[in-house]
């Protein structure tokens, strides 16, 4: 199933690229067509998706950094944590079943990110120094 997608995914991602290539070029006045009108396609919608999903995967990098070089868990509610697992695992049932790639593509890097902090949470051992002196400001208040 996944050797069959791909070539899709790839190629849906090219489209994309050429669409965005001709809506920079009829924005800059290069191409004699008309007008420039975003959203105008599902391709230019497909390069929308994968710029929100390379953030979605980027989203995570400064708390899980945080947590693995700190090892420094403050102010993390583990319970929110295991309540976006959750969802994420029902959203990628429901993403399959629709057959959103996309979709089961965000999921699937929701739910390792969301896996990864749950266990670098539960390894952390310390309250770093930004966050002690947070603590140490709060409570002189
Ligand atoms: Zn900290």
Not at 97 to 117: D, F, K, W
């Amino acid at each position: 199933m996944a050797e069959r997608r791909l070539p899709t995914v790839i190629e849906s991602l090219r489209r994309g690229l050429e669409n965005g290539k001709l809506m920079y070029a009829q924005w800059r006045g290069e191409a004699a067509t008309e007008p420039p009108r975003i959203f105008q396609t599902r391709d230019s919608m497909e390069v929308i998706g994968w710029i929100g999903t390379t953030l979605v995967i980027i989203a995570y990098y400064p708390q899980i950094r945080h947590l693995w070089v700190e090892k420094c868990a403050w102010g993390i509610s583990v319970w929110t944590w295991v309540i976006w697992l959750i969802a994420s695992i029902l959203l990628l049932i429901y993403c399959v079943i629709r057959g959103e790639v996309l979709l089961s593509i965000v999921q699937m890097s929701n739910m390792a990110s969301i896996v990864i902090t749950i266990v670098l949470v539960r390894r952390s051992n310390t309250v770093c120094a930004y966050h002690l002196s947070d603590t140490a400001k709060r409570t002189k208040t």
